[in-house]
């Protein structure tokens, strides 16, 4: 046998549970690490866990129970979460690890949009004559996505209305969306409805529940 062969499945996949058989840990893993890469969780955040959330902060206690509630409640009602606060403070941190831990629910999938990136991504594939039909149609059908940075990068009309096009397909087909974004419902110039539009600031209400989450900024820290 082979020694990277499991010894308990020897390659097959099942154990025996009794008289039923059961999917080897192996297989699983397997399962597992392959939804993760497909979701493209940025390498930075592969080992995010809900455990390593630092909470130093009474905000930061609540937007982990919230965490918690979205994994127990919200990947099948439909009910996402807007994590709101600064630069630095850990929103991506715990949108990863929440998509993480979502991915290692049997049959879920999931995706991490990061807006920059995801947008220049489409506007290459235009330019080589390929739309993106393929990665915007997942971003829109995954059962847990992350839309990172939401409000950083109205750069066109164009980029606008990608970004407004996923957001709309999920909030019509209930599906469960977790949103990072510097931005507040303050009045001010930087108020996140300016940045994003009334309209889709609208639809965000009743697509994912408020987290404002506070603290120093932990990139300086390191």
């Known amino acids: 046998m082979d020694e990277k062969t499991c010894s308990a499945c020897g390659g097959s996949g ?3 549970d ?3 058989a059961k999917l080897c840990d192996c297989y699983q ?3 597992y690490a392959v939804n993760v890469v497909s979701s493209r969780v940025p390498g930075r955040y592969f080992g995010s866990r809900l455990q390593d959330f630092e909470l130093d902060t009474i ?4 937007a982990l129970i919230e965490a918690r509630r979205f994994l127990s409640e919200g990947i099948t009602n439909g009910t996402g979460l807007l994590l709101q606060g600064p630069a630095g403070v850990g929103k991506t941190f715990l949108a990863a690890a ?3 831990e979502a991915l290692n629910r049997p049959g879920v999938s999931g995706f991490f949009l990061d807006t920059r990136d995801f947008l220049a991504g489409i506007r290459e594939k235009l330019q080589g004559g390929d739309g993106g039909k393929k990665e915007i149609k997942f971003a829109c059908n995954a059962d847990v996505v992350v839309i990172d940075d939401l409000g950083n990068c109205r750069e066109t009309e164009w980029s606008d209305d990608v970004i407004s096009l996923i957001i709309s ?3 019509n087909e209930k599906r469960s969306t977790i949103f990072t974004t510097n931005y507040f419902d303050d009045g ?3 108020d996140l409805s300016k940045k994003i539009g009334y309209r ?3 639809r965000l209400y009743t697509m994912a529940y408020p987290v404002i989450i506070d603290g120093t900024d932990r990139r300086r820290m390191k």
């Open 29 to 31: 893993n397997r399962v």
């Open 188 to 190: 001010t110039e930087n």
């Open 14 to 16: 099942w154990v025996a």
């Open 98 to 100: 929440i998509l993480l």
């Open 169 to 171: 397909r999920r909030y």
């Open 200 to 202: 889709l600031r609208s």
């Open 59 to 62: 905000k930061r206690k609540k």
């Open 18 to 20: 009794g008289n039923e």
